[in-house]
T-cell receptor, first 117, second 113 residues
Framework: AQKVTQAQTEISVVEKEDVTLDCVYE???????LFWYKQPPSGELVFLIR??????QNEISGRYSWNFQKSTSSFNFTITASQVVDSAVYFC??????????????FGQGTELSVKP | EAQVTQNPRYLITVTGKKLTVTCSQN?????MSWYRQDPGLGLRQIYY???????DKGDVPEGYKVSRKEKRNFPLILESPSPNQTSLYFC????????????FGSGTRLTVV
């Protein structure tokens, strides 16, 4: 069965610290897609990144970086020099390549990040 | 601006009073879905649609209905709401779910008393 695990329920850091949010997934598909979404206190879901199973290149976008490792079924997210505005709940999600249930997103439980000034 | 629009953002209603949460997207997306978010249970898919007049149940469809008469609209209908349907609801749309992922609406916080 497909599953996404975010073992860290809550993380608290002080501004300017680096922080890594862990994501481990399970799937039997060879083709799949991984996502990270941000949910700020206002409640909406904001898309951050997508990765497909054939592309293990790491990605950097400003202070954000993502490390995808198929060997460990992990798709971790690092925020460098965190800021108070990074405070949010972050979700990792998986979608199967066969568009099962319309490409349903299987979400992890989320990690609540709190960045203190 | 490309977006998914849900209305209302907040709604308090009473048990048994039929309600509809509207969802509209302006990106000509074929795929649309409804999710609900609950503490401790995360986000779960309620219903999805792969095109006009093509809808199917997700993981938690009980107590909900949907329709897809036009490509842009995908309303969620609660015929007889109950308190266990108190939740945060999200509508989402996608051109190709895997490749593009889903774009989410701003959410509807529903309270059923």
């Amino acid at each position: 069965a497909q599953k996404v695990t975010q073992a860290q329920t809550e993380i608290s850091v002080v501004e300017k610290e680096d922080v890594t949010l862990d994501c481990v997934y399970e799937t039997r598909d060879t083709t799949y897609y991984l996502f990270w979404y941000k949910q700020p206190p206002s409640g909406e879901l904001v898309f951050l990144i997508r990765r497909n199973s054939f592309d293990e290149q790491n990605e950097i976008s400003g202070r954000y970086s993502w490390n995808f490792q198929k060997s460990t079924s992990s798709f971790n997210f690092t925020i460098t020099a965190s800021q108070v505005v990074d405070s949010a709940v972050y979700f990792c999600a998986l979608s199967e390549g066969n568009y099962n249930q319309g490409g349903k997103l299987i979400f992890g439980q989320g990690t609540e990040l709190s960045v203190k000034p | 601006e490309a977006q998914v629009t849900q209305n209302p953002r907040y709604l308090i209603t009473v048990t048994g009073k039929k309600l509809t949460v509207t969802c509209s997207q302006n990106m000509n997306h074929e795929y649309m879905s409804w999710y609900r978010q609950d503490p401790g249970l995360g986000l779960r898919q309620i219903y999805y649609s792969m095109n006009v007049e093509v809808t199917d149940k997700g993981d938690v469809p009980e107590g909900y209905k949907v329709s897809r008469k036009e490509k842009r609209n995908f309303p969620l209908i609660l015929e007889s709401p109950s308190p266990n349907q108190t939740s945060l609801y999200f509508c989402a749309s996608s051109l190709t779910p895997g490749f593009n992922g889903y774009t989410f609406g701003s959410g509807t916080r529903l309270t059923v008393v």
